[in-house]
């Protein structure tokens, strides 16, 4: 049964990201809180004890909504919520939090990148905390906010490798999430430097990784080759390498190496994880042998990922 609660006495959750954007907040509490003055409050609010208040777990802007009206009347038909009382532990309530608030929201690829790193954070606190995960993280997230776990891969990258300027404008949507996973392979101030170019996309990032890979002859080994240098050469010619093409990939291929790449990247964000935790071990020599050994398996998934690349 809710239980009616003072809204003097219940705060905002300091982990709802969503409320960062004001302006867009600000817009919503207002047309809620003229709603309300006019046909009175029709829902309820689901809330978690913290000591002698309580913290919202969802309903902050209906919440918000309410208190304006109670400022802006003085009626105190306002000052008192409908609460569902919540006794899960902090980090399940994190969950519900983003999770409920991305349910009530139009899904931008940055409210998405911001509610799976939220994500990411609670799952690892929970398994940090002794929790036994039933799964992979990428899993478990995908499960919550109903992405593929490729998909959930791709944002990860961006997550863990991209510069706050490629997420930045991933946020702002002025390039794609294809695109930021692209960029964020490079060192930092590559991606910084990238991401201001106009009108910026995955076929442009692809050139400039070629480029970026191929090795620059110095210019004094640079000369203009003319047709008379290969006459009476057919013996050389025979050890010559035979001329490959570049290969076609089918969009089967090309979705078979685009999920593989999206768990290598996964690979290498939980690999990070457990060597974070590892570093608390009691034992520090048995610690650092296996965090060589850690650092050594990234490096071969990161060859792996240039390979495929």
Do not use: W
């Amino acid at each position: 049964e809710p239980k009616t609660i003072d809204i003097s006495l219940i705060d905002a959750d300091e982990h709802n990201f969503y409320a960062a954007d004001r302006e867009k907040e600000e817009k919503r509490t207002q047309l809620l809180a003229e709603e309300i003055m006019e046909v009175g409050f029709r829902s309820v609010i689901e809330v978690r004890p913290v000591g002698s208040r309580y913290c919202v777990i969802a309903g902050e802007t209906r919440l918000a909504a309410m208190k304006l009206a109670y400022e802006q009347t003085k009626n105190p038909q306002f000052q008192f919520i409908p609460c569902y009382v919540q006794e899960d532990d902090d980090i399940q309530n994190r969950r519900r939090l983003i999770i409920d608030n991305l349910l009530q929201r139009e899904l931008t690829p940055g409210l998405k990148m911001q509610a799976i790193e939220e994500l990411q954070k609670a799952y690892r606190d929970e398994k940090e905390a002794g929790k036994k995960l039933p799964g992979r993280i990428a899993y478990l997230i995908a499960n919550d906010i109903h992405l593929s776990k490729s998909q959930v891969g791709t944002y990860q990258t961006v997550i863990n490798k991209g510069s706050d300027a490629v997420k930045e404008a991933l946020k702002n949507e002025t390039i794609s999430l294809d695109t930021a996973a692209k960029i964020s392979s490079l060192p930092k101030e590559e991606q910084d430097e990238l991401v201001q170019e106009e009108d910026l996309n995955k076929d442009k990032v692809n050139s400039y990784l070629k480029e970026r890979k191929a090795p620059k002859a110095p210019m004094e080994e640079i000369q203009e080759m003319s047709i008379y240098d290969y006459l009476d050469e057919d013996d050389e010619m025979e050890e010559c390498d035979e001329y490959v093409e570049a290969v076609e990939l089918s969009d089967s291929d090309k979705k078979l190496l685009h999920e593989v790449l999206d768990n290598l990247n996964y690979y290498i964000t939980e690999l990070e994880c457990d060597k974070t935790r590892i570093s608390a071990m009691e034992n520090k020599d048995i610690a650092d042998q296996v965090r060589e050994g850690i650092s050594e398996l990234i490096e071969a998934i990161e060859e792996i990922n240039e390979i495929i690349q």
